[in-house]
């Protein structure tokens, strides 16, 4: 369905500011694209700030940096723009090792292919 490779950002546990990573590069299929369409239209009804959802780690493909390791956990957060409440979403995890967040740049929603 679409690929990416989109700039990441690692924030350490207790740091005040995220550091730039290399790319993060993943692929969204079909099922993850309807579940992104469902998510902001349930945002869009229900008005409610943001919501996540969980994606097969199996299928995602991911690639991190090799300065990061595993993910603990992983899964989008979608959420509206304010200006024009088009949804928007980004990857969010956790490194296994330390807990780090790990989160991409926003990609709309509308764009995936």
């Given at each position: 369905?679409?690929?990416?490779?989109?700039?990441?950002?690692?924030?350490a546990?207790?740091?005040d500011?995220?550091?730039?990573?290399?790319?993060i590069?993943?692929?969204?299929?079909?099922?993850?694209h309807?579940?992104?369409?469902q998510?902001?239209?349930?945002?869009?009804?229900?008005?409610?700030?943001?919501?996540?959802?969980?994606?097969?780690?199996?299928?995602?493909?991911?690639?991190l940096?090799?300065e990061?390791?595993?993910?603990?956990?992983?899964?989008l957060?979608?959420?509206?723009?304010?200006?024009?409440?088009?949804?928007q979403?980004?990857?969010?995890?956790?490194?296994?090792s330390?807990g780090?967040?790990?989160?991409?740049?926003?990609?709309?929603?509308?764009q995936?292919?």
């Amino acid at each position: 369905m679409s690929s990416f490779s989109i700039e990441g950002w690692r924030k350490a546990n207790g740091a005040d500011r995220s550091t730039p990573m290399e790319h993060i590069d993943f692929y969204l299929n079909g099922v993850d694209h309807l579940h992104l369409e469902q998510a902001e239209e349930y945002l869009q009804k229900s008005h409610q700030r943001e919501t996540t959802v969980d994606v097969d780690l199996g299928t995602l493909n991911l690639s991190l940096p090799d300065e990061c390791g595993a993910l603990g956990d992983c899964n989008l957060r979608v959420y509206l723009r304010p200006d024009d409440q088009r949804g928007q979403f980004h990857l969010v995890g956790h490194l296994l090792s330390d807990g780090s967040l790990i989160y991409s740049n926003a990609i709309l929603i509308d764009q995936l292919m």
